[in-house]
């Protein structure tokens, strides 16, 4: 069955990262050094402990080059895998391999960052009820593939962008004029899911009763955090954000909120150590 995703054009995808990567003279290393008969079989392996991301991704580039390249993939996106652990094996036309090769990684190594960062923190609130949600903190042109990566690590997607719901801001407040006239004004533009950010205790109530279906409790420490739920009193969900580390997290998760936000899922994973290794079979 042919990867897909929402709103993800992975042909398209494909095309311009290699496009962008071969320029108008192509990979005149690889037409230099490799002759064009010969073939190669690779292994590519993690060298962390990773939640793996993007192997369907990665094979496309090298069908893209080479639509005869063999490939057996060994493991499966969302699988927690050793160091030293083999992810796919592939034997296919040298030069087509090695010029996919960087494209592959990269998108290989910055998923599977991203959703070894994200179990980490599902693992940091295992047992508290509250689940964990990504943002918007996403490079452009790259958001439905990263918030793919967090589902993989055990994460849910929060917003895809600013069409499925409105998230009413401190920017949005301060035009509107306050909390209670924004949620207004969206509750009459006929917007089902109103989420509103609220910093303040006394903000909770007016959100509420002017339309508010979810509400954002921006920076609020476990403390706050427990008295805003005691005052919503599951009238609506609750969401922690700002400031969420994987050493406050769970504290956090605690104090009773239904979802807990991290912008770091996407914006600050490192990427995985995950190399392509060849050896060389013989010339065609």
Request: glycine letters at 8%; charged letters at 25%; aromatic letters at 4%.
């Given at each position: 069955m042919a990867f897909t995703l929402d709103r993800f054009d992975l042909p398209a995808f494909v095309a311009a990262t290699l496009a962008e990567d071969l320029g108008d003279r192509g990979d005149i290393t690889s037409a230099?050094?490799?002759?064009?008969?010969?073939?190669?079989?690779?292994?590519?392996?993690?060298?962390?402990?990773?939640?793996?991301?993007?192997?369907?991704?990665?094979?496309?580039?090298?069908?893209?080059?080479?639509?005869?390249?063999?490939?057996?993939?060994?493991?499966?996106?969302?699988?927690?895998?050793?160091?030293?652990?083999?992810?796919?094996?592939?034997?296919?036309?040298?030069?087509?391999?090695?010029?996919?090769?960087?494209?592959?990684?990269?998108?290989?190594?910055?998923?599977?960052?991203?959703?070894?960062?994200?179990?980490?923190?599902?693992?940091?609130?295992?047992?508290?009820?509250?689940?964990?949600?990504?943002?918007?903190?996403?490079?452009?042109?790259l958001r439905v593939l990263e918030k793919y990566a967090t589902r993989m690590g055990g994460a849910t997607n929060h917003r895809m962008g600013l069409w499925d719901a409105a998230m009413i801001k401190d920017n949005h407040v301060a035009v509107a004029g306050s909390v209670a006239e924004a949620a207004r004004r969206a509750v009459a533009a006929g917007i089902e899911s109103i989420i509103v950010e609220v910093d303040r205790i006394d903000q909770i109530e007016p959100a509420l009763q002017a339309g508010a279906t979810h509400l954002l409790l921006d920076n609020m420490g476990p403390e706050v955090l427990r008295e805003a739920v005691a005052l919503v009193a599951g009238r609506v969900p609750t969401e922690a954000s700002g400031g969420v580390r994987l050493d406050t997290i769970r504290a956090i998760a605690g104090s009773g909120v239904t979802y807990v936000s991290v912008g770091r899922l996407t914006q600050s994973a490192p990427a995985a150590d995950i190399g392509l290794d060849f050896a060389q079979e013989g010339v065609a």
């Open positions: 230099a050094v490799i002759p064009a008969e010969a073939v190669f079989t690779g292994v590519m392996d993690s060298r962390d402990a990773i939640i793996v991301a993007g192997l369907p991704i990665a094979e496309a580039f090298f069908r893209a080059l080479d639509p005869d390249v063999e490939i057996e993939r060994l493991v499966e996106d969302g699988d927690r895998v050793a160091p030293g652990t083999d992810l796919i094996r592939l034997r296919g036309k040298a030069r087509a391999l090695l010029t996919a090769e960087r494209s592959a990684l990269n998108t290989v190594q910055h998923l599977s960052g991203i959703a070894t960062m994200a179990r980490s923190y599902v693992d940091a609130i295992e047992g508290t009820g509250a689940t964990l949600l990504d943002t918007r903190k996403t490079l452009p042109g």
